[in-house]
């Protein structure tokens, strides 16, 4: 039973001495992020996966956060790369101005080139890839790498593939996304006006065939579709701009026209009431002339009763 137990021990401090040995290999590189101006970043229907999408000729960056938790005097690092699928290297080379890390510090390294679609093959091809930093023994003068630790591009979640798009592909693209936003916050059948109703339906024809121009491939035919599509949804939308400034216009001589007769009423049935206010008057000073005249008389005849 003692000898079992040390064997049990022994192995269990092999154990633990390699982890202590080949852990610090993959300690440093903490999660990297990648920069735009991409096109995309996130789940594609087309990939089925995560994806980080930029256009050819748009500059790429990825930040790459180094950890210093092992080294007490320092972590000197020479490069850091991007080792991609395709079997092509993106560099940052700092061997002439050495980066040291300090104990317990993180710094944070970008690496930028320029996405190619001629280097990436292929935009069906999403690409996986690697990162590498160097450590070197000094900061000056001759040095030697001490070591090299790696992360695969899938060690964290979520986590992306490398996508490039040629240029009319990225353009019909963007175009899409454009329609789509379009005809999103503007439906067809919001259209009240019959001519933007219809501009606004060629529309949406000339977008249905831009997509089917792009799944074949055909990323020119695609841009040319889509961009169609977004003059007629701007037309659309011109259109029924101007029905309903014509719709409120009118609308607004209705009821100024309203107004005007409702006026001419309170108006009429103003001068209504000053004349009968007036034919009042008249019949009141009418009656007190008649009241005058019926004193006038009693007083008379009592006077002439008296005098005789």
């Given at each position: 039973m003692k000898k079992f137990t040390a064997i049990l021990f022994s192995i269990l401090l092999c154990a633990l001495i390699s982890m202590l040995v080949t852990s610090p290999a993959q300690a440093y590189i903490e999660r990297f992020t990648w920069l735009p101006p991409y096109m995309k970043k996130g789940y594609d229907d087309h990939y089925g996966d995560d994806v980080v999408i930029y256009k050819h000729g748009s500059s790429a960056s990825l930040i790459v956060p180094v950890k210093n938790d092992w080294y007490s005097d320092g972590l000197n690092v020479s490069k850091v790369i991007i080792s991609f699928d395709w079997g092509q290297n993106k560099t940052l080379d700092l061997s002439t101005d050495i980066e040291q890390v300090g104990w317990q510090?993180?710094?944070?390294?970008?690496?930028?080139?320029?996405?190619?679609?001629?280097?990436?093959?292929?935009?069906?091809?999403?690409?996986?890839?690697?990162?590498?930093?160097?450590?070197?023994?000094?900061?000056?003068?001759?040095?030697?790498?001490?070591?090299?630790?790696?992360?695969?591009?899938?060690?964290?979640?979520?986590?992306?593939?490398?996508?490039?798009?040629?240029?009319?592909?990225?353009?019909?693209?963007?175009?899409?996304?454009?329609?789509?936003?379009?005809?999103?916050?503007?439906?067809?059948?919001?259209?009240?006006?019959s001519n933007a109703s219809q501009l606004a339906g060629k529309a949406s024809i000339e977008?249905?065939?831009?997509?089917?121009?792009?799944?074949?491939?055909?990323?020119?035919?695609?841009?040319?579709?889509?961009?169609?599509?977004?003059?007629?949804?701007?037309?659309?939308?011109?259109?029924?701009?101007?029905?309903?400034?014509?719709?409120?216009?009118?609308?607004?001589?209705?009821?100024?026209?309203?107004?005007?007769?409702?006026?001419?009423?309170?108006?009429?049935?103003?001068?209504?009431?000053?004349?009968?206010?007036?034919?009042?008057?008249?019949?009141?000073?009418?009656?007190?002339g008649f009241v005058f005249m019926g004193v006038a008389t009693i007083v008379y005849a009592m006077r002439k009763s008296k005098a005789g």
């Open positions: 510090e993180t710094e944070m390294f970008t690496v930028t080139f320029t996405a190619s679609a001629t280097e990436a093959v292929s935009s069906e091809w999403a690409h996986e890839y690697d990162i590498y930093v160097e450590h070197v023994n000094a900061t000056t003068g001759p040095t030697e790498i001490v070591d090299t630790w790696s992360r695969p591009w899938d060690w964290w979640w979520p986590n992306y593939l490398f996508v490039v798009f040629p240029t009319d592909q990225a353009n019909a693209y963007d175009l899409s996304e454009e329609y789509d936003a379009y005809a999103s916050a503007y439906p067809t059948w919001s259209f009240s006006n977008a249905s065939l831009g997509e089917t121009y792009y799944t074949r491939g055909d990323y020119a035919s695609a841009e040319t579709q889509y961009q169609t599509a977004l003059d007629l949804y701007s037309q659309a939308l011109a259109a029924e701009l101007k029905w309903e400034t014509k719709v409120d216009e009118a609308e607004l001589d209705i009821a100024l026209t309203e107004a005007d007769a409702n006026m001419a009423t309170a108006n009429a049935a103003l001068r209504q009431a000053d004349a009968a206010i007036y034919q009042s008057f008249s019949l009141i000073l009418f009656g007190l």
